[in-house]
């Protein structure tokens, strides 16, 4: 089956400053890739649709210019928490879509 | 937008017997359901799917239903094994494509 990665695969930052989160596509072009959050014990929950070559659409919610998302290739897709704040800890899983979704392994994100 | 609800939150089975998940979802455009397992701290792994031309699908221990005008679509997994033991949601799409997660399922088998 098709290959998603993700890097990192776990992050620690504080409170304040950024984190970038890479989605790839390692055998197959994405032209939309997703990203999800779980919380522990929680079902995922979808925060934005990402669109190569145009703005991300994100779910009601979900604030915009604090999880900036950029599709900038047809296998590349980042989420970039802006300001983190220890409520934003949580696991971020991305998914590309080709026939059916294929998620990424995740990454866990501290804010301490 | 699709509402997805899940039933039960937890089951417990003994190794051997059968395990029942059930699903509802609520928009009738909905026309692909598939299912997760998910591990610990891991990525969800599709198990099974099912399309909505059809009502059943069956892959060696695993099965799943779906009954449209209902509906609603159903896990089954028989004889029972530890590591079937996790946490499986279903999941339903929704007008735009967009999987729409049901809250999940988990799983414990014991020997």
């Known amino acids: 089956g098709a290959v998603v990665s993700q890097h990192p695969s776990w992050v620690i930052c504080k409170s304040g400053t950024s984190v970038k989160i890479e989605c790839r596509s390692l055998d197959f072009q994405a032209t939309t890739m997703f990203w999800y959050r779980q919380f522990p014990k929680q079902s995922l929950m979808l925060m934005a649709t990402?669109?190569?070559?145009?703005?991300?659409?994100?779910e009601q919610g979900v604030e915009k210019d604090k999880f900036l998302i950029n599709h900038a290739s047809l296998t590349l897709s980042t989420l970039t928490v802006t300001s983190a704040h220890p409520e934003d800890s949580s696991f971020y899983i991305c998914s590309a879509r080709e026939h059916e979704q294929y998620f990424g392994p995740g990454t866990r994100l501290t804010v301490t | 937008g699709e509402n997805v609800e899940q039933h039960p939150s937890t089951l417990s089975v003994q190794e051997g017997d059968s395990a029942v998940i059930k699903c509802t979802y609520s928009?009738?455009?909905?026309?692909?359901f598939p299912w997760y397992k998910q591990e610990l701290g891991k990525r969800p792994q599709l198990i099974i799917d099912i399309r909505s031309n059809v009502g059943e699908k069956k892959d060696q221990r695993i099965a799943v239903t779906l009954n449209k005008t209902a509906k609603h679509f159903s896990l089954h997994i028989t004889e029972t094994q530890p590591e079937d033991s996790a946490v499986y949601f279903c999941?339903?799409?929704?007008?735009?494509?967009?999987?729409?997660f049901g809250a999940g399922t988990q799983v414990v088998v014991t020997p």
């Open positions: 928009d009738s455009a909905s026309n692909y």
């Open positions: 990402s669109n190569e070559g145009s703005k991300a659409t994100y």
């Open positions: 999941a339903g799409t929704d007008s735009w494509g967009k999987l729409q």
